[in-house]
């Protein structure tokens, strides 16, 4: 996907974007290229391959929910940033929490935030299941891309989740994967709101946007310890 084929594809999903955010990419895009050769933060190397399968499907979560109000987001697990960086430099409204427990990832974020001097965006270092209770039902909206199975991420993210807010995977192809989660779904508080299947423009491949939205709140003992969780699914 070159600039043009992705300024015409995020058209289409009723994005325009500016020459600034355009500059914005370019320069996220050079220093992710340059951090890869040293410490491999992601397997996608091209220009265009990141445009396609960062910036443009970071993007996607449009499809589901409306950025433009000032509101407190979590991503858990960026890695490089996918999507809530790009999210940033799209709606620069709002409030950004970047999660990841590998530091490397994390000083990268911070060297791309610091040269785009963005503003209300903060890099944590640490485990979503360790965050703690001064996150508790805080945040309007957590979203995570290619983390973890939907089971796994509804408790690392649930708790963290305001009453009425929405808690918004980004994934490839789920088959399972939502019945699976249908119990931990409930019993920490959150209801299914629409599943959104579409294909990646260009190289045709399965995405998923999960739209779960929390209509109780969740019991205060959750999350539970990483290995709990994995090995012992809520019933
Ligand atoms: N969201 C990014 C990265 C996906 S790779 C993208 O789509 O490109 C998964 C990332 O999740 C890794 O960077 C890993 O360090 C992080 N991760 C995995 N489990 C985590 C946890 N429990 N808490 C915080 N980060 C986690």
Redesign the pocket.
């Known amino acids: 996907m070159n600039i043009t084929e992705f300024v015409q594809e995020l058209a289409k999903i009723n994005i325009n974007p500016t020459e600034e955010q355009l500059e914005a990419l370019e320069i996220y895009k050079n220093i992710l290229l340059e951090y890869n050769q040293k410490f491999n933060l992601?397997a996608i190397k091209t220009d265009s391959e990141i445009y396609l399968k960062?910036f443009y499907d970071s993007l996607t979560i449009t499809k589901e929910i409306d950025l433009k109000s000032n509101l407190k987001l979590l991503d858990?697990?960026?890695?490089?940033g996918?999507p809530g960086l790009v999210l940033k430099i799209f709606f620069p409204n709002l409030e950004i929490t970047l999660?990841?427990?590998?530091n490397k990832?994390i000083s990268f974020l911070e060297t791309v935030i610091k040269r785009l001097n963005l503003q209300d965006i903060t890099c944590l270092h640490?485990?979503?299941?360790e965050l703690g209770s001064k996150y508790f039902e805080y945040f309007d909206i957590i979203t995570?891309?290619?983390?973890?199975h939907l089971r796994i991420l509804a408790e690392?993210s649930l708790p963290y989740l305001s009453l009425n807010g929405y808690f918004i995977p980004l994934k490839g192809n789920v088959t399972n994967e939502l019945e699976e989660s249908e119990s931990t779904i409930k019993a920490l508080g959150g209801k299914l709101v629409n599943i959104n299947e579409f294909m990646l423009p260009i190289e045709n491949s399965a995405r998923t946007i999960i739209k779960i939205t929390k209509i109780q709140s969740t019991p205060e003992n959750y999350p539970r310890p990483?290995d709990k969780i994995l090995h012992h699914p809520i019933k």
């Open positions: 992601t960062h858990i697990g960026t890695g490089a996918f999660l990841d427990s590998n990832k640490g485990r979503a299941e995570s891309r290619a983390v973890a690392l990483y």
